[in-house]
């Protein structure tokens, strides 16, 4: 069974950090692109950041460039999201999601992503 678990979500002063854990199981890992999606209230799901683990291409949205990081541990099947300088605009609840890699491209539509995690609410207060 297709499996991702968050792990890492909190409260958090604004400037302060967080790093997000998603933990893959039941598929090929190595064959799939992993994103970091968040949803606030009242808004649409959005693409943070993304990771091809077949060849290392990135993606980070316009808000998080320079604050964000992503990074995966193909040992452990886990992408990592060190969020750091965080703003309450960051409040949400984050998602990773996988889905098949395709070389020289990472995917940031999140209906193209075939399996999702529970989700983990992150709060940043002012």
């Known amino acids: 069974e297709e499996k991702l678990v968050e792990f890492g979500g909190g409260v958090v002063q604004s400037g302060g950090s967080l790093r997000l854990s998603c933990v893959a199981s039941?598929?090929?890992?190595?064959?799939?692109?992993i994103g970091w999606f968040r949803q606030a209230p009242g808004k649409e799901r959005e693409a943070v950041s993304c990771i091809s683990i077949t060849d290392g291409d990135t993606y980070y949205g316009d808000s998080v460039k320079g604050r964000f990081t992503i990074s995966s541990d193909n040992a452990k099947n886990t992408v990592y999201l060190q969020m750091n300088s965080l703003k309450p605009e960051d409040t949400a609840v984050y998602y990773c999601?996988?889905?098949?890699?395709?070389?020289?491209?990472?995917?940031?539509?999140?209906?193209?992503?075939?399996?999702w995690g529970q989700g983990t609410q992150v709060t940043v207060f002012s």
């Open positions: 999601a996988a889905v098949p890699a395709i070389f020289g491209t990472v995917s940031t539509e999140a209906e193209e992503y075939d399996y």
């Open positions: 039941g598929f090929d890992f190595d064959d799939y692109a």
